[in-house]
């Protein structure tokens, strides 16, 4: 019981830190395409470190975890250029649709109604799935443990020095927007907490073991990887309240479809990969799954094609501008 409360608790951390920091794959090709940096894309692979090293001191201590590694095919990437095509239309991956979904944009709801519609299309397509394993985390030589540990222990200095300048604690932690440091740190810190507690888990294998398809978690406790869902989400609305972002947006019909339109191809990518990019963040590629960057890699190359497709056809890709590790989109 007390493992599936504290996945609970953390799960909504989670969700409310997502929100403040608003990580966002798309954002972080579109900083790439619009001001030729890659803060946004350093601080997903800062969340995975996170997971990474934090397993694997607790794994050092023998309570190791259980991961599900698929092997690299072809199909995987292609599914993450899918996922990415159909984020880059949408406008968001997964947790950017979800953020933006509670803040009251009617048209990432679509998006959400979208994913398992294009995850049930995948799996009825006659496709040859690779079979998993199951093993657990790697064991890291003590060197690479203490590389590890050395470099998140600098960046929580780092955070630590500049939640100091902010004085209190409730100026920090009611910040309208989060740095992306600790964005990703919480994230990963919370996400690390759930492995360890009840499982690995992400908002997209839960839709896929809803519909039994294959997925990167175990799926033996749906009621617990809806539960955290559920959390997640209440950690984001209620950030949302606290920072008044909230404010109901009603999509044309034009934009409605287009955001169907991506929702279907990311749920058809979850479904190929298998997993979206939350997923491969928070747990494949911390369990350095073999499939896990070629897919991370994909999703990328498919949010570019779509950017880069988008504003050839006239389309208006807003610069991202990041300052003091803090990135906005005017």
Same mark, same amino acid.
């Given at each position: 019981m007390s493992n599936i409360l504290l996945s609970l608790?953390? !799960?909504?951390?989670?969700? =409310?830190?997502?929100?403040?920091?608003? @990580?966002?794959?798309?954002?972080?090709?579109?900083?790439?395409?619009?001001?030729?940096?890659?803060?946004?894309?350093?601080?997903?692979m800062k969340s995975a470190v996170w997971v990474m090293t934090l397993i694997a001191i607790i794994g050092a201590f023998g309570h190791a975890s259980t991961f599900t590694h698929w092997p690299l095919t072809s199909l995987s990437v292609m599914g993450g250029v899918l996922f990415g095509v159909g984020a880059g239309l949408n406008g968001g991956c997964t947790f950017s649709t979800l953020t933006r979904a509670v803040d009251g944009n009617i048209g990432q709801w679509v998006t959400v109604a979208?994913?398992?519609?294009?995850?049930?299309?995948?799996?009825?397509?006659?496709?040859?799935? #690779?079979?998993?394993?199951?093993?657990?985390?790697?064991?890291? #030589?003590?060197?690479?443990?203490? @590389?590890?540990?050395?470099?998140?222990l600098g960046e929580s200095f780092l955070i630590a020095r500049r939640f100091w300048r902010k004085h209190t604690l409730k100026r920090v932690l009611g910040a309208s927007v989060y740095t992306l440091s600790a964005g990703a740190a919480l994230v990963g810190l919370s996400n690390a907490v759930i492995v360890e507690a009840t499982?690995?888990?992400? =908002? *997209?294998?839960?839709?896929?073991c809803g519909i039994g398809s294959r997925s990167g978690t175990s799926c033996a406790?749906?009621?617990?990887?809806?539960?955290?869902? %559920?959390?997640?989400? @209440? $950690?984001?609305? =209620?950030?949302?309240?606290?920072?008044?972002? =909230?404010?109901?947006?009603? #999509? %044309?019909?034009?934009?409605?479809?287009?955001? !169907?339109?991506?929702?279907?191809?990311?749920?058809?990518?979850?479904?190929?990969?298998?997993?979206?990019?939350?997923?491969? &963040? @928070?747990?494949?590629?911390? *369990?350095?799954?073999?499939?896990?960057?070629?897919?991370?890699?994909?999703? &990328?190359? $498919?949010?570019?094609?779509a950017l880069v497709s988008m504003r050839a056809l006239g389309s208006h890709i807003p610069p991202v501008q990041c300052r003091g590790d803090i990135c906005r989109m005017p």
């Open positions: 608790v953390v !799960g909504a951390i989670l969700g =409310f830190s997502a929100h403040r920091a608003g @990580l966002c794959t798309v954002k972080a090709v579109a900083e790439i395409l619009t001001s030729r940096r890659g803060y946004f894309l350093w601080s997903f979208a994913w398992p519609i294009g995850m049930w299309i995948a799996t009825i397509i006659p496709l040859s799935h #690779p079979n998993p394993i199951v093993l657990q985390q790697p064991d890291y #030589p003590l060197w690479v443990l203490l @590389l590890l540990c050395t470099a998140l499982g690995p888990w992400s =908002f *997209s294998s839960t839709i896929l406790q749906p009621l617990l990887a809806w539960g955290i869902v %559920g959390a997640a989400l @209440l $950690g984001m609305a =209620f950030s949302s309240l606290q920072r008044g972002s =909230f404010k109901l947006r009603l #999509p %044309g019909a034009g934009i409605a479809i287009r955001h !169907g339109a991506g929702g279907l191809l990311m749920g058809m990518g979850t479904v190929l990969v298998p997993g979206g990019n939350d997923g491969l &963040i @928070l747990f494949a590629i911390p *369990s350095l799954s073999p499939h896990a960057i070629p897919a991370y890699a994909g999703i &990328i190359a $498919g949010i570019l094609v």
